[in-house]
């Protein structure tokens, strides 16, 4: 089955700074990435996408970028907030769109002001 | 938009008895919802796929007879823990696939249990 790692477990930045957080996967038949915010106590919510015919995708602040070759995809989040701080979840979902997603560990992001 | 709402938020049951968590599609449609469990400052595990009208698909290590889950219609699963132990006590969050677009998953807000 697939199997996603994420790095790093943690980190900590200040109030401005971009923010970089990376993931793996290990099925080549994935071909959908999506990541998750997820403040304490609260659900999973989904922040950006990226699909596997395309290397790079952004919304705002914050962007997707996925090597389907190396297998890996990452999320950059520029100038970054306190508000930002949270969990953050690479997820990789192989197949036709009927499977399910793998989830890795997740990233603590602390954004210092 | 694609809300999913669970209910309850949280709940407090003893040993031995039962707890039913629901989770609803509000304004979509979901023909495949999950239910995950998560601990404190750990991932998502998903725990098993609710199929409208079909039995569930339940992970490896997750024992179908405690965690009964149906999936009525296409807009409600429940997740039922049956009599239930200390160790049940956890976060568990369903999501529901949404078929209208790319089929992303939007989660519900979670249920915190506690066995006492």
């Known amino acids: 089955g697939e199997n996603v790692e994420q790095h790093p477990s943690t980190l900590s930045v200040q109030e401005g700074d971009s923010a970089v957080i990376k993931c793996t996967y290990s099925d080549s038949a994935s071909n959908y990435f999506p990541w998750y915010k997820q403040e304490l106590g609260k659900r999973p919510q989904l922040i950006i996408d990226i699909r596997s015919n395309v290397g790079e995708k952004k919304d705002q602040r914050i962007a997707v970028t996925l090597n389907k070759t190396a297998k890996h995809f990452s999320l950059h989040i520029t100038e970054t907030q306190p508000e930002d701080s949270a969990v953050y979840f690479c997820?990789?979902?192989?197949?036709?769109?009927?499977?399910?997603?793998?989830f890795g560990k997740g990233t603590m992001l602390l954004v210092s002001p | 938009g694609a809300v999913v709402s669970q209910h309850p938020s949280w709940v407090i049951c003893k040993s031995g008895t039962s707890v039913k968590i629901e989770c609803r599609s509000l304004?979509?449609?979901?023909?495949?919802m999950f239910w995950y469990r998560q601990f404190p400052k750990q991932s998502l595990m998903l725990m098993a796929t609710?199929?409208?009208?079909?039995?569930?698909?339940?992970e490896q290590g997750v024992e179908k007879d405690k965690f009964l889950i149906n999936h009525a219609s296409l807009t409600l699963s429940t997740l039922t823990v049956t009599s239930a132990h200390p160790e049940d006590s956890s976060f568990y969050i369903c999501?529901?696939?949404?078929?209208?677009?790319?089929?992303?998953?939007?989660f519900g807000p979670g249920t915190r249990l506690t066995v006492t």
């Open positions: 999501s529901a696939r949404d078929n209208r677009g790319w089929n992303e998953q939007y």
């Open positions: 609710s199929n409208e009208g079909s039995k569930a698909t339940y």
């Open positions: 304004d979509f449609q979901a023909t495949t």
């Open positions: 997820a990789a979902q192989p197949g036709s769109g009927y499977s399910t997603l793998t």
